[in-house]
């Protein structure tokens, strides 16, 4: 009960701030939201930052967030003493566009072919 719970917030919050960014960029709002998320992924309690890192790369998967601020946010939790915390931000930003590298791979693999013959 509690996950499903969760999940809906979740999913509610990032639909809120999409919205709020849907027309245009509300610099106001999103400074504001920024700043708490950048405290509470400061935080020492593991879930609460895996929870608010999360919020965080989806709205910059969905370019609702895509600016520097954002990027600092997650580069942040690169840092935290949670194993479970920085070694989700480091794969994020590492790989922040999968479906362009899968690509890529596949291209460079035809290429490789094409040149061994």
């Keep these: 009960r509690d996950k499903l719970l969760r999940k809906t917030l979740h999913q509610q919050i990032v639909a809120d701030i999409k919205t709020i960014n849907k027309k245009s960029r509300n610099d106001q709002i999103n400074r504001k939201l ?3 998320m950048f ?3 400061q935080d020492k309690d593991e879930t609460l930052v895996k929870r608010a ?3 965080t790369m989806e709205l910059f998967r969905c370019n609702a967030w895509n ?3 954002t990027v600092n946010m997650i580069s942040l939790a690169c840092f935290h003493a949670s194993p479970n915390v920085y070694m989700m931000a ?3 930003l590492l790989n922040s566009n999968p479906d362009d590298e899968d690509e890529n791979d596949n291209d460079n ?3 490789e072919q094409n040149g061994d013959e």
């Design 109 to 111: 693999e035809g290429d």
């Design 34 to 36: 920024q700043a708490f």
């Design 67 to 69: 600016d520097a601020q």
């Design 53 to 55: 890192l999360n919020v």
């Design 90 to 92: 480091c794969r994020f």
């Design 39 to 41: 405290k509470m992924i």
